[in-house]
């Protein structure tokens, strides 16, 4: 092999291997962190999966690279305890919290809720150590816990006090909100004529239809592709 | 003593007899069957005792009879069980039921609340009783617990679906609605701008300040002066 | 015809109708009052079922009648709502009370149970009104919401609280008790080595297995064939 | 000052330097991490202060120092999150988890108790850290909530539960188990034959009387002074 071949494919070899690890380094890891609705999201249909379809029709597919931390009956609590090891180590750029439901639901279905005050202590924990860790985070509210449109879901009341207590953490900490509530309840007024409890954007009160994925997805999505 | 004397006597006697005795026999006897909150409304100051007062100076006084029939911690079954001896031997000419905070609160404060198609049960069997023996009824919904104005008391949800379901057997009974929900909450959505939970219309998110027995006098009077 | 022969037949005629009649007499009608496992007693293999077995194994069911009268879900409020219709329209000789089961259950399950102190209240006016119509009243305490035998099942203080008051009932009203609660913890101490939830007298923790239903049947047995 | 003397102060105060470092090194910190009953513990009369004088008795008051680690209302999930802060900061070499009532008792009071299998992996995180550390650890069951001892205190089911768990852990994780359930329910047994709700080893049910901080610091007295 001549010297000037080797020098070409030791060339070419380094261009590669910079531009890979160019596209490496720019390729930004988002997490998902959060309950079995995110558990979900991760399959084919669910938000994280949707989102994924989004990044790669807006060409953006090699700059993003989606993860999913969700694990079923998680509360805010669950997500503290096992963030070394579900995300610290998996060193994401962004992680968006998408947790709330279990801590007011299972008040009522099993006695063991949160309190709000310890779901803000637990929350901001997190946040603290997303960001000693440079981690980018944004933060949603639950969505819903029944559809019915006339204020009458069981839960409301409490849903819609831990979503202002995530609504204020995002204003104190600086931090993107994707408003799930909000965007849930807007999207039932107008969806939700008949005030069903479910099967507008839930298939159970709570899990999310193919229409609740795709409003999730959406709503994200106008956030993340924001992040720098 | 003459004896046209004496007759003028007689007959002026038998004048008032008969003329106090037809009074008695006009008065209305108002009778209202709830929790503490009609405990305290008898107290002076008391919703049942503004009434009187609102009775007497429209020159009503004489007419209608107030009577309270309220105990702590009463729930809808309560009132079920004590109806015997505590209305049907007053035989009064209209009973105003004002319960349903006790069947929502003590869901989560003692796990002992009522579930919501029991309460319709028990409502039903009670407005059935006071029917047959003659009796007018007016039902109330429950008014607050928590007086919050971002729609994040707890207990929103439930008031409101408890509070729907007296107002679908207003309906159906075909019986007069005091919906003090809804007064409570046009009230607090102009008087409460800074969203606290007590200290307008209660004094510990439940039990009426003066402000809230004002308004409850006046709701109740708009409708039990109508009922012939 | 002769006259003999129709004074015979008269005679017979006679005999067989005030045998029958007495036979209609003597034959008590007895009533199972309860919840959910009532209302699977009287299905083949349920404990009424094996009851009726064991009055006719006996010959004694020309003597006896048993109706069931349960229905899920109630508690001893539900049982006062429909004593009317369900029990006094029926005219039975002994009713044999079987509820708290829900009372305690639903507390932790739906922050719908019944305090115990109304829980006493309802039963005293169920025993009341049955005494009033001269019915005969046996009571059982509620047995088992789990079979665990370390005294871990999560509402055995309860279950026991509750089954005092229906003790302390048994004894201030003179009414015999059938002890359920404490035949089944009896059982389970010698037949549940290996602590289990369920699968010895209940199926799920609370409904009865065969087993479960022929110790309700053996006991409610002894204590009923000896009500005059 | 003469070279002898300066050699004479300066082995003195060597020696002494020597022996107050020494003392120092085998000073034991023992830190007590638990919740109201534990930050109640440190005042005079608390079941910490009671084992400062035992120490200080037995001659050992040089060898121990006791600090109390207790917040009020806290849960399993509380300590682990102020676990850097409050306790390895602190360099203790022994620590005693003294925790369980909140997780018991607020899934009745207030709905946000802990599942039992959250209690047990927050529980095993905790003691995973504190090994980490080199620190030793016991481990303590609740005591109680309620003293009657006919097995009829509503959450007695429970609190065997959560401490048949902190029992296995003591096994499985061959720690020193301080079983304070087991000694106050021998003390009751003997010692509140009327079978009273409170006032024998608790003030209220809960919190430690002086009879109960008593009981508590000779247990952990047995236990603390054994490990080396």
């Known amino acids: 092999m001549s010297k000037t071949f080797k020098l070409l494919i030791i060339s070419v070899s380094l261009t590669f291997a910079i531009s890979s690890f160019s596209i490496m380094q720019t390729k930004k890891k988002v997490l998902f962190f959060g309950d079995s609705i995110t558990q979900a999201g991760v399959k084919p249909g669910g938000y994280v999966d949707l989102m994924n379809a989004m990044f790669l029709s807006n060409g953006l597919d090699k700059s993003y690279e989606l993860i999913g931390a969700g694990i079923g009956g998680n509360k805010v609590y669950d997500l503290y305890l096992r963030m070394e090891e579900d995300v ?134 106008k956030t993340i592709k924001e992040i720098k």
């Open 88 to 221: 610290l180590t998996k060193h994401p750029d962004i992680v968006v919290i998408y947790v709330g439901v279990n801590d007011v639901w299972h008040k009522q279905s099993s006695g063991t809720g949160t309190d709000a005050d310890k779901f803000e202590k637990f929350y901001l924990a997190i946040i603290k150590k997303l960001k000693q860790a440079n981690i980018k985070v944004a933060i949603c509210t639950p969505a819903v816990i029944g559809e019915k449109t006339d204020f009458a879901n069981q839960l409301d009341g409490d849903l819609n006090k831990y979503s202002n207590v995530i609504r204020s953490i995002a204003k104190a900490e600086n931090l993107p909100l994707i408003d799930l509530r909000k965007a849930f309840l807007q999207h039932n007024f107008s969806k939700n004529p008949d005030n069903k409890e479910s099967g507008i954007l839930t298939t159970d009160r709570v899990h999310l239809s193919d229409a609740g994925n795709k409003l999730v997805a959406d709503e994200m999505w």
